[in-house]
């Protein structure tokens, strides 16, 4: 296999050091939607705050969502040895959809609980599969055997590429799953975010058999 040259250990650097500031960025927006209560109106400050869950919950769900989103994307730029123009415009296309995620979570915040919870949460999904279908489409297109000059620094047969298609396979259908669930019940369209979230988290596991 072709050295990397400094370069282009230059040219992914550059993109990564981009987009991780996108990503605290985006991670760093979404306490402004956690509020200290206001307007008692009788009420203790204990009860005021239980009325806040929503927002606790929303925040707490995009945080980790968003800073798995960063595991990930760290995970896949440790293959990438060189980037071309393709590749840059499909990261942007995922650093779009990692900086909506602030705005339907105010949604879910101001709604869970309330009238127009659904549409805050179809919002909420729809962009996850956003997200999803981002992911998928820079890892096909990175990862693909019949690139030249290849963008990996390994090969695309290699266990570790099998096991990060297998992962990604499905992730823009499990969201799909997120907006039909969104119809039926906000709340529980939200946990299952929440476990997309923490099935990312998983290192992918190498298929049986591969070496």
């Known amino acids: 296999m072709a050295g990397i040259s400094d370069s282009q250990v230059n040219e992914t650097g550059r993109v990564e050091a981009f987009s991780d500031g996108v990503f605290a960025i985006a991670i760093t927006l979404l306490i402004l939607e956690v509020h200290v209560p206001k307007g008692l109106e009788g009420r203790g400050l204990t009860d005021a705050l239980l009325t806040e869950w ?6 707490l769900i995009s ?11 760290h995970r896949l730029f440790t293959l990438i040895g060189r980037v071309d123009t393709w590749l840059l415009v499909l990261n942007m296309l995922l650093l779009l959809g990692v900086t909506i995620v602030p705005f ?22 729809a962009n996850g599969l956003n997200i999803a279908l981002s992911f998928w489409g820079l890892w ?9 000059p290849r963008l990996l620094k390994i090969p695309p047969e290699s266990a570790e590429v099998k096991a990060i298609n297998a992962q ?44």
Do not use: K, Q
């Open 54 to 59: 929503p927002s606790y919950a929303a925040f």
């Open 140 to 148: 096909v297109y990175t990862a693909s055997s019949r690139r030249r």
């Open 104 to 125: 339907p979570t105010a949604f879910v915040a101001d709604y869970l609980g309330h009238p127009g919870e659904r549409l805050a949460a179809i919002l909420y999904a």
């Open 168 to 211: 990604y396979r499905f992730g823009p259908l499990f969201y799909v799953a997120a907006v039909g669930i969104a119809f039926l019940n906000a709340g529980l369209c939200m946990a299952y975010c929440g476990a997309l979230a923490l099935f990312f988290a998983l290192p992918p596991r190498r298929p049986r058999g591969a070496e």
């Open 63 to 73: 945080f980790f969502t968003i800073g798995i989103m960063w595991i990930n994307h």
